[in-house]
């Protein structure tokens, strides 16, 4: 089975300007979810996303950051205008809520992506 | 949520077993217990999952005593590949429950 794919794999701009990521979940994975991850920290949960509606944003910087996830598969996560702080790795990540692990059952086991790693001049 | 505690770091020398004890006080009727493990420069990944008593899987144990207070991730003969971060996660079982990663245990094994 195809993994969580993301793109670009790595970004460098300036500050102020804009940049977006793409995820793809796996296919089947009605949940989406966009992280951050500053170095030295744990991912941060900026969205989920069950299937195109959007269940949680409460911790995303609604006033630069944006998400979409039209038809409720791809994703597509954007800052405009980028800061310094904004530098980390953004990881997005699918689950289903019940799934199933060699012979147990997991709820909600979300699978990640390997990240885009943006940094900003 | 559940709020999470567990140590910052942890050191072991390969062959030997590694505990990682996480508290979660607050925790909840339907909250089940995760584990992830994060190497470098890669996303995190599902190491196993527990309600309640003991769960074994190919590469981990994971008890949780009676109370479910907290649980100890057990990673038996650990080897120089077992470095990494590993997060403990308490969440239910509803998919539009938002799981909360901290900042997650770092181990070293040495040779």
């Known amino acids: 089975e195809a993994g969580v794919a993301q793109s670009p794999r790595y970004k460098i701009i300036e500050k102020r300007q804009s940049v977006a990521f793409w995820c793809n979940p796996i296919s089947g994975h009605a949940t989406l979810y966009w992280y951050q991850q500053i170095l030295g920290q744990g991912p941060k949960l900026l969205i989920q996303?069950?299937?195109?509606?959007?269940?949680?944003d409460s911790q995303l910087p609604k006033d630069r950051f944006s998400a979409e996830r039209l038809k409720g598969v791809d994703s597509t996560l954007k800052i405009q205008p980028a800061k310094l702080e904004d530098s980390a790795v953004y990881l997005c990540?699918?689950?289903?809520?019940?799934?199933?692990?060699?012979?147990?059952?997991?709820?909600?086991?979300?699978?990640f992506g390997p990240g885009t790693r943006l940094t900003v001049l | 949520l559940a709020k999470t505690t567990q140590p910052i770091s942890m050191d072991s020398y390969e062959g030997q077993e590694v505990n990682i004890t996480c508290s979660h006080n607050?925790?909840?009727?339907?909250?089940?217990i995760t584990w992830y493990q994060q190497f470098p420069s890669q996303g995190p990944r599902f190491i196993i999952q527990g309600y309640k008593t003991k769960v074994t899987n190919e590469v981990a144990s994971l008890f949780i005593p009676a109370d479910r207070k907290s649980s100890t991730l057990s990673l038996p003969r650990v080897s120089l590949s077992d470095t990494a971060v590993y997060y403990c996660?308490?969440?239910?079982?509803?998919?539009?429950?938002?799981?909360?990663f901290g900042t997650g245990t770092r181990l070293l094994v040495s040779p």
């Open positions: 996303f069950q299937n195109n509606g959007v269940v949680d």
């Open positions: 607050n925790i909840a009727t339907n909250d089940y």
């Open positions: 996660l308490v969440g239910g079982a509803l998919g539009f429950q938002k799981l909360v």
């Open positions: 990540a699918s689950s289903l809520n019940r799934g199933q692990t060699g012979t147990r059952r997991t709820y909600n086991e979300q699978f």
